[in-house]
């Protein structure tokens, strides 16, 4: 069975955001079972889980004699093995392939800049002065986005990985209005998060968090 680790707590900011998150999703969408391993500092920090995951961070995987990092790479060796992410033609699963590859190339990048300068350095005069140039490069990924989404459900003619990895990076945002004032992204965002799959993984990620907090 696979092993995945995940945070065993997180500051309320960051529940429901941690990059585990994805890998689950993309678990239960396949209806693979999992194992998941709660680390902390300790953890992060010693030499065997460096040796899984080089950076100290989460996720990673163990699969019988693989050692996999990255949740990029994760899910994309799940969409691989399964065609629950993916239609089971070449030219549509590449398409998967390039939605993944915008997701976290082309919009989670600027979106994850202004969360961070939102969630950890607000109220710094630099921070407030660089903001509006931050958010004028979110709004104008988004709005190449949204012009793609149009009258479509999905980011193609399916749900894939892409709009799996689309939906959390979107979901950086919910500090904001960005998204949820635009009325066809938020409602794509609400398809997506609907879907029972998301619904299931949610709940385990956050239930470490909630029992810690009990």
């Not at 678990?27 to 693979?32: C, D, H, T, V």
């Not at 490069?137 to 193609?156: F, H, I, N, P, T």
Request: proline share 6%; charged share 25%; glycine share 6%.
């Amino acid at each position: 069975m696979i092993k995945l680790t995940a945070f065993r707590s997180l500051p309320p900011f960051a529940q429901g955001l941690a990059r585990d998150f994805r890998v689950r999703w993309a678990l239960e969408e396949a209806r693979i079972p999992y194992e998941e391993v709660l680390i902390g500092p300790e953890d992060q920090a010693s030499a065997a889980y460096r040796a899984l995951q080089p950076f100290g961070q989460v996720p990673a995987i163990e699969e019988d004699d693989l050692k996999l990092f990255e949740s990029g790479a994760i899910v994309l060796h799940i969409v691989e093995g399964s065609e629950a992410l993916a239609p089971s033609d070449a030219h549509g699963r590449a398409r998967t392939k390039a939605w993944m590859f915008a997701a976290l190339n082309s919009v989670e990048p600027a979106v994850l800049n202004l969360g961070t300068l939102d969630l950890f350095h607000a109220g710094e005069a630099w921070a407030a002065e660089r903001r509006p140039t931050m958010v004028a490069a979110v709004q104008k990924r988004l709005s190449d986005l949204e012009d793609w989404l149009g009258g479509r459900d999905y980011l193609e003619d399916r749900f894939t990985a892409g709009d799996l990895l689309m939906t959390t990076v979107l979901r950086i945002l919910r500090h904001t209005d960005i998204v949820s004032g635009r009325p066809t992204l938020r409602a794509y965002q609400e398809r997506c998060e609907a879907r029972p799959a998301f619904q299931k993984a949610m709940a385990d990620h956050l239930r470490p968090y909630q029992a810690a907090a009990a």
